[in-house]
Structure formats: structure tokens, C-alpha cells
């Protein structure tokens, strides 16, 4: 399964993790800080759902959340 909502074109981005050290200024430390970044996938809330095309047809798609809530497909 390709990881790609078919209506908006989210997909998979790169990004990294920071691992932050020690304690913050405002709890009354000296500050964190930075002692890893790990590279990361963030991906996207994909559901498989059961969409009617504008021609009339049934079809199951990968869809984001994010196109759901905004109402951008029309459920079968």
C-alpha cells in the first residue's frame, strides 16, 4: 500500500525527533538541551473508505482524516 491520499496528495514527510536533556530555566534549572535528533516518518492518517465518484460509481480509496473532516469526499 503506497501510503498516499488519493484526494489530497498527502504522503509520507521526513523529519526528526529532538531528545532534549535537563532542566527547563522556568522550573529553575540551566535550560535543556539538545542531545539527539533522530530522523522520523511522519505519516499521514490514511482510512480506507468507500467513496462514490462523480460519474456514479463505487470505489474504495485511501483517504486522509484531515480530507474526511473537511468534507471533500462523498461516502458510498
Known amino acids: ?8 496528495g498527502r ?3 521526513r523529519g526528526g525527533k529532538i ?3 535537563g532542566q527547563s530555566k522556568k522550573s ?3 535550560g535543556t538541551h539538545v542531545v539527539k535528533n533522530s ?3 511522519f505519516r499521514p492518517n490514511l482510512q480506507r473508505v468507500r467513496v462514490r465518484m462523480p460519474n456514479g460509481q ?3 480509496i ?3 482524516a484531515k480530507a474526511l473532516k473537511a ?4 461516502k458510498a
Open 1 to 8: 500500500m503506497s501510503r498516499i491520499c488519493a484526494i489530497t
Open 11 to 13: 504522503r509520507p514527510i
Open 19 to 21: 531528545t532534549r536533556k
Open 28 to 30: 529553575g534549572g540551566i
Open 39 to 41: 530522523k522520523r516518518t
Open 58 to 60: 463505487v470505489k474504495r
Open 62 to 64: 485511501w483517504v486522509s
Open 71 to 74: 468534507g471533500k469526499v462523498v
